[in-house]
């Protein structure tokens, strides 16, 4: 069993779903409601747990109503979450609209994930003693960029899934190992992604492609489902890869792929990630 830790965001997310998404200025009518703890560092998190890594979480919550349920959800997947701090303020927020075809549009506020500014002796010491550090982009640059380098400097693989994407120092793709992207992002980070020794696209429901570091590529299809909601499915690719990365890349993109794919087929993203077991069934076809 790989062990994994997460630096990264934790979110409430407010989904509406809609026959179609509002064009600037409109006002549309909506379908449902409902509020389902996400954020990426959360959604990898669980998704890295429940496809049998052991999985701890370095992140912060603030002391609103969403606190408790935000950490409740970390903690009721199996996921270690006592480098979990609370801050004052909000917690982060990520408004969300799907519409019928599964496609979303999400503006996030990142609250206390935004005030995630330091690493304390204790979460060094978890990074180091980790086999696979996973980290996103919705928390502050410069902690992601120490926690990356405490990772480099210890021996433990660091993955990045660099979204939401923007450009990056230099210094910071140097510490990476592993870079998961889907098409749009690699299109705009383009030849900066040559430095790093291994990257994998995602390509939505056709599935992946990976890069090694001598330049073979491997791809990956995809799995077909009925889509419901898209939300999370990216972050689910990522949490089971990281969870099977050590049994090679053509095992771990089978297993990111089919839990992937088995997250669009319910409505919202913590919810929807699946087990190990469901993805063992489906892998086993």
Known sequence: MARIVVVGSI????????????EPGETVSGESFALVPGGKGSNQAIAARRAGGSVGFIGAVGDDIFA??????LSDAGVE?????????????????????????????????????ALDVGDLEAIAQADV??????????TVL??????????????????PVRELPDELWAEIDIAVVNEGEAAQLGAVLDSV??????????????????GITLPQPGVRVEVVDTTGAGDTFTGALAAHWH???EIALA?????????????????SIPTQREIERLLSR
Do not use: F
Not at 199 to 214: C, N
């Open 81 to 117: 979450v006592s480098r979990l701090r609370r801050l004052s303020g909000a917690s982060g927020v990520a408004a969300i609209i799907v519409d019928s075809g599964g496609e979303n549009s999400i503006i996030v506020v990142g609250g206390a994930n935004a005030r995630m500014t």
């Open 11 to 22: 979110n409430m997310d407010l989904v509406t779903t809609v026959g179609r998404r509002p």
């Open 247 to 249: 049994e090679g890349p």
């Open 133 to 142: 550090l996973l980290c996103q982009l919705e928390i502050p640059l410069p």
């Open 68 to 73: 408790d349920e935000l950490r409740g959800v």
């Open 197 to 214: 020794p291994h990257v994998i696209t995602t390509l939505g429901a056709d599935g992946a492609i990976y890069r090694g570091p001598d």
């Open 146 to 163: 120490r926690a990356a380098r405490h990772a480099r400097a210890n021996d433990t693989v660091v993955i990045l899934n660099p979204s």
């Open 255 to 271: 297993w990111a792929c089919t839990a992937g794919a088995l997250a669009t087929t319910k409505l919202g993203a913590s919810v």
